[in-house]
Structures are given as C-alpha cells and as structure tokens.
C-alpha cells in the first residue's frame, strides 16, 4: 500500500486521473513503492509516479 495525499492505494482500488479525465476510471493493478500500475477504461494499463501524481478515489 502507498499513502498519499493522505489516502491509502491498494491494489483493487478506483480511481480517476486527475490531468486526464478522459481516461476514465482506473483500477490500481499494483503498488510498488512509488509505482502505481493502473488499468483506465479508455487508456489501458499506465504506469504512474505516485510522487508526481495524486490519484483521486473514484466516486462509488
């Protein structure tokens, strides 16, 4: 798990991109310190630096 911005990401997890809306809603494939792998509707898997980019939880 990676806390950031007070939140925790775990694998399983939603959550939205905040620079690329049109991503869609992503689920979080795996943590690895700072490495965030997320698997987004409309752009596949990406890698994300946690440290550059905070993932906002998706809405229930």
């Given at each position: 798990m990676q806390?950031?911005?007070g939140s925790m990401l775990?694998?399983?997890q939603w959550?939205?991109?905040p620079a690329?809306?049109?991503w869609g809603e992503g689920q979080?494939?795996?943590v690895?310190?700072?490495r965030v792998t997320v698997n987004f509707e409309h752009a596949g898997k990406?890698?994300?630096n946690a440290r550059l980019v905070t993932l906002e939880p998706a809405a229930d």
């Amino acid at each position: 798990m990676q806390r950031r911005g007070g939140s925790m990401l775990e694998p399983g997890q939603w959550v939205r991109h905040p620079a690329q809306p049109d991503w869609g809603e992503g689920q979080v494939q795996s943590v690895v310190a700072e490495r965030v792998t997320v698997n987004f509707e409309h752009a596949g898997k990406v890698l994300i630096n946690a440290r550059l980019v905070t993932l906002e939880p998706a809405a229930d």
